[in-house]
């Protein structure tokens, strides 16, 4: 076992655990990489590419700072990543994932944003990233994922289904803490290779 850290020790003689390495990922025509600060105003071009997206779940386009937001929320958060999507042949980014490994459960991953800019949808760059998202969360013990939308949100449901993910019952609402039947809570199982 390492030996706590000394915060008064210069920094590079500091016992600290190694952070855990960025996550890439490159699957036929896209990258996954891991957000950080210096990423906001990349992720911020995509959360504004897909303000429908903000609008069907809040009503108002993404925040000025959203992006800041959300990587600040990850950082802080163990296990919660998001990653841009960019196009392998012309670097463009095109879209953003993020998920929470190892929530509600060790061995399942919340989906917690997929989305494409609206120029790109409807190639298969939603179920691409997802594929590879899932490929690499199996070799990390994931079994299972899931995913939480607005019942009323029909597209999102539809996609998810599309996707392979299957509707849970409000027991398993109720077993995680999510009142209400406004919510529509999904499972994916995360099979071998």
């Known amino acids: 076992m390492a030996a706590p850290a000394d915060e008064n020790a210069p920094e590079e003689s500091r016992v600290d655990a190694p952070p855990e390495p960025?996550?890439?990922?490159?699957?036929?025509?896209?990258?996954?990489?891991?957000?950080g600060p210096a990423d906001a105003e990349r992720l911020q071009a995509v959360f504004c590419a897909a303000e429908d997206h903000f609008l069907?779940?809040?009503?108002?386009?993404p925040g000025a700072d959203a992006a800041e937001r959300e990587i600040a929320?990850?950082?802080?958060?163990?296990g919660r990543t998001v990653a841009l999507a960019t196009l392998l042949d012309t670097g463009e980014d095109v879209g953003a994932v993020a998920w929470w490994e190892g929530n509600p459960e060790a061995e399942v991953a919340l989906l917690g944003t997929l989305i494409v800019a609206p120029a790109h949808r409807g190639s298969?760059?939603?179920?691409?990233?997802?594929?590879?998202l899932e490929m690499w969360l199996r070799g990390r013990g994931i079994v299972r994922m899931r995913?939480?939308?607005?019942?009323?949100?029909r597209p999102a449901n539809l996609f998810?289904?599309?996707?392979?993910?299957?509707?849970?019952?409000?027991r398993?609402?109720?077993?995680?803490?999510?009142?209400?039947?406004?919510t529509a809570l999904y499972e994916k199982p995360l099979g071998g290779g």
């Open 22 to 35: 960025a996550v890439t990922l490159e699957t036929a025509r896209l990258a996954l990489r891991q957000l």
């Open 147 to 153: 995913a939480g939308v607005l019942r009323r949100y």
């Open 124 to 132: 298969g760059l939603a179920r691409e990233a997802l594929e590879g």
């Open 172 to 182: 398993e609402h109720t077993k995680l803490g999510i009142a209400g039947a406004g």
């Open 56 to 61: 069907a779940l809040t009503g108002a386009g």
């Open 160 to 170: 998810l289904q599309a996707l392979g993910f299957t509707e849970l019952s409000i």
């Open 73 to 78: 929320g990850c950082m802080a958060t163990p």
